[in-house]
């Protein structure tokens, strides 16, 4: 039975082997269901991977194989919590290492184009800390960052 709420992200023909990365990098992942096209359709053939029922660190999506007209744009992004450095360098290696490239404040883009926002745990509470001072020096420490440094991040925190 298909969730209620589904994310559909558009491809370009690449949709099972986006999904195939995301459930072997994140936990919680998975791919479900890969569905061929019944007949021919405008960016592909009767047979072709149509579409792939796959689920990001528990969100369900489906990948569409769309074809060339639609990119993904930071606007849309996946925020991912992580426990500690380890987890974050893990997660930004695969992501970057992978074909895509470094933004700022912890995002990062796929090779596919998807933004990704490997947000550590600790950085999240400081920003949103009811202490003014607390939530300014570890926001401003995010801002001259690419990947989220956590000791730097603790450092702001305790001033």
């Known amino acids: 039975m298909r969730p209620r709420n589904t994310i559909c992200l558009w ?6 082997e986006a999904a195939t990365f995301y459930a072997h990098t994140f936990p919680d992942s998975a791919v479900i269901a890969v569905h061929h096209a019944p007949a021919d359709f405008p960016s592909g053939k009767q047979g072709d991977v149509l ?5 990001v660190a528990g969100i369900p999506c489906i990948g569409l194989n769309g074809g060339p007209a639609f990119r993904h744009s930071e606007a849309f992004s996946f925020q991912i919590a992580t426990d ?8 930004w290696d695969a992501i ?6 470094e933004s700022a404040c912890g995002w990062c883009r796929d090779r596919w184009g998807l933004s990704w926002q490997i947000t550590p745990r600790v950085l999240s509470e400081a920003v949103t800390s009811n202490d003014p001072a607390v939530a300014r020096r570890a926001f401003e420490a995010m801002m001259t960052m690419r990947r989220i440094d956590v000791a730097r991040i603790e450092a702001a925190v305790r001033g």
């Open 51 to 55: 579409t792939v029922d796959f689920t």
């Open 11 to 16: 491809f370009d023909g690449t949709a099972l």
């Open 96 to 101: 970057v290492g992978n074909g895509g490239e």
């Open 84 to 91: 500690d450095q380890a987890e974050t360098d893990r997660l």
